[in-house]
């Protein structure tokens, strides 16, 4: 159904095609959100100005919106620019971060899901659910439910929007519209430790989205690359007795320089149909 070598097909097509990923993504991850497409093999353009997301999309092969730092002109930007890249055709990528924490977050998560469903949502249990209306309480950013406890919101998003939902956790799930389930174990304890991971996620599925037509497979592939990448970059931390932020530097060179043996040996994958 999806294997290793499906997968590290799709992390060589984006080392080859170098897509542009437009991403409205929070103050606070810009900076190694771009650096984690780049080192990928993508092109990351982040631009917000009303004035321009229409055109950026024109150009772009995805569009990434991430709600972490939220005001009323960003939420505006969003909005234009999913109403725009829906409007092209090309896939959309939502990361309701901190959905729940506050009635603002959960009525821009509305207005967004209302402006054109998202080919992907991304986002950590209690997000997800938040995201699907379910009654839960976000503490900050951080996951306050497990990745399979959100797995029955997830396939509720999945009804609303037919496309893709991603439940980040120590184990990753990703369903969608006809059924499939995809679920990784990879990855570190580490990388909740640095902020913006998750966000980082979010932006290689945008990137995996503009190269595999099959969104399912694309969040898979990215939710891949980035939890073996993670493992290799803990593992050769720790070996130095060195830390997180030391790690952070060696997941952008995991990403960078993974090979498929490397790959094929860790990815810890299990795919069913429900």
Request: proline fraction near 3%; include cysteine.
């Amino acid at each position: 159904m999806l294997t290793c070598s499906d997968l590290w097909a799709d992390i060589a097509a984006v080392r080859e095609r170098a897509p542009l990923v437009h991403s409205i993504t929070n103050l606070v991850v810009i900076n190694l959100n771009a650096n984690v497409l780049l080192a990928a093999g993508a092109s990351p353009v982040m631009a917000h100005a009303h004035e321009e997301v229409a055109d950026m999309v024109g150009i772009a092969q995805s569009l990434v919106v991430n709600i972490g730092t939220l005001d009323a002109y960003w939420i505006q930007s969003m909005d234009l620019a999913l109403r725009a890249a829906t409007k092209r055709g090309i896939p959309t990528v939502l990361d309701p971060v901190g959905a729940g924490a506050t009635p603002y977050r959960n009525q821009a998560i509305e207005q967004l899901l209302d402006a054109a469903a998202p080919t992907v949502i991304r986002g950590n249990g209690s997000e997800i659910m938040s995201a699907a209306g379910a009654a839960i309480r976000t503490r900050g950013v951080d996951s306050s439910a497990g990745a399979a406890d959100a797995l029955g919101a997830a396939r509720a998003l999945v009804e609303r929007t037919r496309g893709v939902v991603c439940v980040s956790g120590a184990t990753d799930h990703v369903v969608d519209a006809h059924g499939r389930w995809s679920r990784l174990s990879n990855g570190h304890a580490w990388m909740t430790r640095i902020t913006g991971i998750g966000c980082s996620a979010t932006a290689l599925v945008g990137a995996f989205c503009a190269i595999q037509p099959d969104a399912w497979r694309a969040t898979t592939s990215a939710m891949a690359l980035l939890g073996v990448a993670g493992e290799i970059a803990a593992e050769r931390a720790a070996a130095a007795g060195q830390g997180v932020g030391s790690m952070q530097a060696l997941l952008l060179d995991a990403l960078q320089l993974l090979e498929p043996s490397q790959f094929e040996r860790r990815l810890r994958l299990e795919v069913e149909q429900c």
